[in-house]
């Protein structure tokens, strides 16, 4: 876990931004899931993320956190980092982070906006490039900067639901359902508030540095650890179907989404008063710790929906792989930067990020979102394969 270290002549950027503000690497990888690809002829320029704590602030969790933005991400674990800690430049006295632009005419096209530096040593964005900075929308998942109490309250409804049961299973998405019968019916735990407290409480460790996975589990209560499978770098279940089930239905978890949540619930480790932040260790110097395979978890998972053509109304069948993702697998990459003659001629290009787990756990996440989504929309349910009728069979074969 790479820590980093606030610089107080930043005080209006958010916990994570200011954090990354005074570490003295370069440029590296970056991006992730979200942050596109393609290399541009933009450049130069840049941005600060987010408002922050103020000297003489309160302690509510929503005082650290203001404004935050797309950031180039390190996705590359054999230095050491690459758990999505922000990368900085190297063309400013002190490294700043990288921001990801957008042009709304270019938008597979993002290139790096960076910090200037005014007389006095302070930092600021060109006002000419601030339309093209991106503002991460968490939606329904700011909920987790409520007050401890809240969360506390909703952890201790969904822990009592898993703790009472006699059977516990999870849902087409992930999401828990559980029993009290003996397993004749089931019951869905389906409150994003719930859900995003049983994703703070599994992958936080209660101390002042950051899990990893898949250590933290050592903490979980069984009815959690039976659900994991024996292979802990691909579980058969994990907590991002907590958080997809926390997101807006028609939202979208990026990278940069997961990765100020889970520095908002103490996923990653920040400290108010020093602007240090502790990463989660999702990936190690040798590679991931956690890996995610859309293909595999979906395509022998089967659903029934509901299709209406007209005034008619007919069912329709497949596997989540196709039905949701259209058959596609997830692009797993990163961005890194491409220097030119000049930081204003600097691109972006796309390189593989098979070696960390931080994109790879944030895009299992919204997968599972987008699977809810896709059940909402149309009626769908979980069947067997053998309940499908053979003629509509036939054709999915």
């Known amino acids: 876990m790479r820590k980093f270290i606030n610089d107080p002549v930043l005080p209006s950027v958010s916990a994570e931004l200011a954090a ?30 987010g408002s922050g704590k103020p000297p003489g602030a309160g302690t509510k969790k929503g005082d650290l956190y203001g404004d935050q933005y797309v950031l180039l991400r390190d996705l590359d674990p054999t230095d050491g980092g690459g758990n999505g800690e922000p990368e900085l430049d190297t063309i400013n006295t ?47 998942a700011n909920v987790a900067r409520a007050p401890a109490s809240v969360m506390a309250h909703a952890l201790e409804e969904a822990l009592g639901k898993v703790e009472t049961a006699d059977e516990i299973t999870t849902d087409t998405a992930g999401r828990i359902m559980y029993s009290t019968d ?15 407290a049983l994703y703070q409480h599994l992958m936080t ?25 024996g292979n802990m770098t691909d579980p058969d279940w994990d907590p991002s179907a907590l958080l997809g089930a926390a997101w807006s239905k028609e939202g979208k978890i990026t990278l940069d989404a997961m990765l100020y949540e889970n520095t908002t619930l103490g996923v990653n480790v920040a400290n108010s008063g020093t602007g240090e932040v502790d990463y989660f260790d999702f990936s ?52 890194v930067i491409n220097s030119g003659p000049t930081p204003e001629e600097d691109t972006f290009e796309t ?45 999915l074969i």
């Open 20 to 49: 990354a503000v005074g570490r003295g690497s370069g440029t590296g990888n970056g991006g992730g899931n979200g942050n596109g690809n393609g290399d541009g002829g933009h450049g130069g320029g840049g941005q600060g993320n």
């Open 94 to 140: 002190e490294g700043q982070p990288v921001l990801v632009g957008i042009d709304p005419a270019q938008p597979d096209d993002p290139f790096p906006i960076y910090f200037t530096e005014d007389a006095e040593g302070d930092y600021e964005i060109p006002a000419l490039l601030l339309p093209f900075v991106q503002e991460v929308e968490l939606d329904r």
């Open 182 to 196: 003996g397993g004749t019916t089931f019951a869905t735990i389906d409150s994003p508030l719930e859900n995003l």
């Open 205 to 229: 460790t209660g101390g002042d540095t950051a899990g990893a996975w898949p250590d933290v589990t050592a903490g979980w209560e069984q009815p959690f650890l039976d659900l994991l499978g």
């Open 284 to 335: 190690d110097a040798a590679g991931e710790l956690y890996e995610y395979n859309r293909q595999t978890t979906y395509e022998n998972v089967w659903l029934r929906w509901i299709e209406v053509e007209g005034d008619d109304l007919d069912f329709a069948y497949g596997n989540v792989f196709v039905a949701v993702f259209e058959g596609q697998q997830w692009e797993d990459e990163m961005l």
């Open 351 to 395: 390189d593989p990020a098979l070696l960390s787990g931080v994109n790879d756990f944030a895009q299992a996440a919204d997968d599972s979102r987008a699977v809810i989504e896709f059940i909402h929309a149309r009626s769908a349910e979980e069947i067997d394969f053998a309940d499908i009728p053979p003629e509509d069979a036939a054709l």
